[in-house]
């Protein structure tokens, strides 16, 4: 079935640095969003976005992250700088539209940050 | 705003039990729902969704899910559940919107 892929599978990145996560979403699809989930618990919304544009976030998503897709390549998350609260598994997943289509979650990115 | 409540944090059973995880939701609206599996450690695994038509809906590995509109539920059932299934299962609610959301999870463990 289509594929959510992310790469790294894993991160490790000294505070205060700048860490980039990419994904590469199913290649038709139009929307992409980013979920937090620290270890054992709940996934957290982060972002959604859409024809270039932030089209909702969470509180989560403070003003160190940003979201970027240029020229329909990777779907990248940034964080600068990095802070130890950052650490977390981050997933992308990406969906062709909105109410009743599927979503598709990649892997996850492990970010540690120390 | 839609909300997700996933009752149990914890549920255990023994191998070739049935089992049921229990999935209450609150939106007024056209709903999306759906369940997912997380293996320790691993990335979201879809098992089934709802969106209309016959209330119950059959997954993978022998799930199974019933939309209830009166009790606001999706629960996730399994008729003789295998070591295998043991993991974090996430009750997920989409909306007329962009966004996914998830209950908080139960971890189901199968004691062989």
């Known amino acids: 079935g289509p594929k959510v892929l992310q790469i790294p599978s894993h991160q490790i990145i000294d505070m205060g640095q700048m860490v980039t996560l990419n994904c590469d979403p199913v290649?038709?699809?139009?929307?992409f969003y980013w979920y937090k989930q620290i270890l054992g618990q709940q996934m957290e919304f982060l972002v959604n976005f859409y024809n270039g544009k932030v089209m909702e976030k969470s509180k989560l998503f403070k003003d160190q992250f940003s979201v970027e897709r240029p020229d329909g390549s990777y779907f990248t998350l940034k964080i600068q700088p990095t802070a130890l609260e950052d650490s977390a598994v981050y997933f992308c997943?990406?969906?062709?539209?909105?109410?009743?289509?599927?979503?598709?979650f990649g892997k996850g990115t492990r970010l540690t940050v120390v | 705003t839609q909300t997700v409540s996933q009752s149990d944090a914890h549920v255990t059973v023994f191998e070739g039990d049935s089992v049921e995880l229990r999935c209450n939701y609150s939106y007024g609206g056209s709903i999306y729902l759906s369940w997912y599996i997380q293996h320790h450690g691993r990335g979201l695994q879809f098992l089934l969704k709802y969106y209309s038509g016959n209330p119950v809906v059959q997954g993978v590995n022998g799930f199974k899910a019933e939309f209830s509109k009166s009790d606001s539920s999706f629960h996730l059932r399994k008729a003789s559940v295998h070591w295998s299934d043991s993991a974090v299962y996430f009750c997920a609610v989409r909306t007329g919107g962009y966004k996914v959301v998830f209950g908080s999870g139960t971890r189901l463990l199968v004691s062989p």
């Open positions: 997943a990406s969906s062709l539209g909105q109410g009743n289509t599927e979503v598709f």
């Open positions: 290649s038709n699809h139009l929307y």
